[in-house]
Nanobody
């Protein structure tokens, strides 16, 4: 059974930092591209950052320079280090695992991040 379990969300003041973690089980983690997405109330889910199986990273423009995605294949875990947080970063953050050939996609249950004073 595949599980992606996010943790690390919470309430933080503007300008603060958080580190999200996503622990994966039931998959061969090193074969998957791992991503973080977010969904704010009333908005569509959007990509924040992705790191592929060879550690190449891609960031949404809103995350560049503030967020860092990383992975630890030994721990089957992907991280999102977020700094200089803004109120507009408030959303539910979801972990995503994707593999091609065959196309296989898994989602976590999400973790709430609220940036507010």
């Amino acid at each position: 059974q595949v599980q992606l379990v996010e943790s690390g969300g919470g309430l933080v003041q503007p300008g603060g930092s958080l580190r999200l973690s996503c622990a994966a089980s039931g998959i061969i983690f090193s074969l998957y591209d791992m991503g973080w997405y977010r969904q704010a109330p009333g908005k569509q889910r959007e990509l924040v950052a992705v790191i592929n199986f060879s550690d190449t990273t891609v960031y949404d423009e809103s995350a560049k320079g503030r967020f860092t995605i990383s992975r630890d294949n030994a721990k089957n875990t992907v991280y999102l280090q977020m700094s200089s947080l803004k109120p507009e970063d408030t959303a539910v953050y979801y972990c995503n695992a994707k593999k091609f050939f065959p196309l296989t996609i898994h989602w976590g249950q999400g973790t709430q991040v609220t940036v507010s004073s």
